[in-house]
Nanobody, 115 residues
Framework: QVQLVESEGGLVQPGGALRLSCAAS????????MGWYRQAPGKERELVATITSSSNTKYADSVKDRFTISRDNAKNTVYLQMVSLKPEDTAVYYC?????????WGEGTPVTVSS
């Protein structure tokens, strides 16, 4: 089993910045992938960014050049630095961990971008 604990999201003004973190604990395998999905009201969950244990990254086109995903393998923690936030970034953000056998999800943290 793997447990994921996400940092709190929050309310941010358009153009603002926010950093999310997600710490994994439990049966962590050295080769894994972690990342973030998000789900806006009335929409399907969508990929935001992923990062492998060897730090290969992937981003959704909508967040490229604004979001940066990183990780600290020693702490089993993944980060999502978000800048130039837009109202359309408003969503519940979910952290995930996958060991390519099973995927685990965090409870989700809300991010609201509004003036």
């Amino acid at each position: 089993q793997v447990q994921l604990v996400e940092s709190e999201g929050g309310l941010v003004q358009p153009g603002g910045a926010l950093r999310l973190s997600c710490a994994a604990s439990g049966s962590i395998r050295s080769i894994n992938v972690m990342g973030w999905y998000r789900q806006a009201p009335g929409k399907e969950r969508e990929l935001v960014a992923t990062i492998t244990s060897s730090s290969n990254t992937k981003y959704a086109d909508s967040v490229k050049d604004r979001f940066t995903i990183s990780r600290d393998n020693a702490k089993n923690t993944v980060y999502l630095q978000m800048v130039s936030l837009k109202p359309e970034d408003t969503a519940v953000y979910y952290c995930y961990y996958s060991n390519f056998v099973r995927t685990y999800w965090g409870e989700g943290t809300p991010v609201t971008v509004s003036s």
